[in-house]
């Protein structure tokens, strides 16, 4: 489904806390239940480097106050450093939700920097079941070590386990990551979207966790605004086009946001949860109350 772009219904626009900037669909990895369909086929799509830093001095702008790169594998794009560069010049925290799977050692520096978070998915403590969603050998001995290592460093680091497989090792998973040191661990199961849908089903909103668009917002790698990378379908204008004040304040934004079935739970969300910035429910899923389906 595409919304049509209008003009703006109110230019008192309240900015999103965070925005997702789908900078690639490029990964080394193929897992079974990416949301994106991301994969070593992907590629970096319609956005520039320069319309990367102009959608991130617009977002400072506008009054957002975190962004987050995100993929496929953002490290994938050349320019994911230099974007993390720029972000903090305007005073925004950065999130790079990466699979880990590749680290260059000189990118741990980008990474350690004060304002930089990292965050990443992982499926269990074997590695036969771990690279079997990923379908990459020795994905789970990288991302393992490298979880290991940003511990290390002292760098702040979220990790979310997805309930893929029938029967999965998640609880042994969360145990392994505990003894590396990683203390904020959610799981969430499955969304059927992108590569996980059902066979002949399109997409479906009931599959959301039903904050999309309420504090956060995503740019896809074609420059399309979506009230979250998971709502993909959910196209409600171009950054390439219009400004994000325009396209928030847009008929076509506040049409998407009432097709996303509103929870079940009518408690606020933990003004520290960020729906959409994980692999799983929303990017790795933070706090139950944010999601009625959320398994703990």
């Known amino acids: 489904m ?30 079974t239940q990416c949301f994106a369909d991301s994969g070593p086929s992907g590629t970096h799509g319609a956005m520039t480097a320069d319309d990367w830093r102009y959608v991130i ?17 953002p490290t994938a794009h050349p320019a994911w450093a230099g974007l993390v560069d720029h972000a903090l010049s305007l005073g925004l925290g950065v999130e790079v939700y990466s699979n880990l799977f590749y680290v260059k050692p000189d990118w741990w520096g980008t990474l350690a920097r004060d304002g930089v978070k990292l965050a990443t998915s992982y499926y269990s403590d ?30 702040p ?25 990683v203390t904020k661990i959610r799981t969430d199961r499955t969304r059927r979207l992108g590569r996980a849908s059902r066979p002949g089903a399109g997409a479906d909103a009931a599959e959301l966790c039903g904050r999309c668009g309420h504090g956060q917002a995503a740019v896809l790698p074609s420059g399309e605004v979506t009230p979250c990378v998971m709502s993909r379908w959910l196209t409600t204008g171009n950054v390439r086009d219009h400004g994000l004040a325009a396209i928030l304040g847009g008929k076509a934004w506040a049409e998407a946001l009432r097709v996303i079935p ?21 990017s790795p899923a933070e706090q139950p109350a944010c999601d009625p389906k959320y398994e703990e």
């Open 157 to 181: 680091l979220r990790v979310g386990i997805v309930s893929v497989l029938p029967v999965q090792r998640v609880s042994e998973a969360r145990q392994e990551l505990e003894a590396l040191g």
């Open 126 to 155: 074997r590695a036969e079941e771990h690279d079997a969603i990923t379908t990459r050998p020795g994905s789970y001995e990288r991302t393992r070590a490298n979880i290991a290592e940003a511990v290390r460093r002292g760098i």
């Open 57 to 73: 001095s617009d977002a400072a702008a506008l009054g957002v106050r975190e962004v987050q790169l995100i993929g496929g594998e």
């Open 262 to 282: 509103v929870r079940a739970d009518a408690a606020p969300c933990d003004p520290d949860c960020k729906p959409a910035l994980d692999g799983g429910d929303c």
């Open 2 to 31: 595409t919304v049509t772009m209008e003009s703006p219904t109110d230019a008192r626009v309240t900015p999103p806390r965070s925005l997702e900037l789908e900078i690639t669909g490029t990964c080394q990895l193929q897992c």
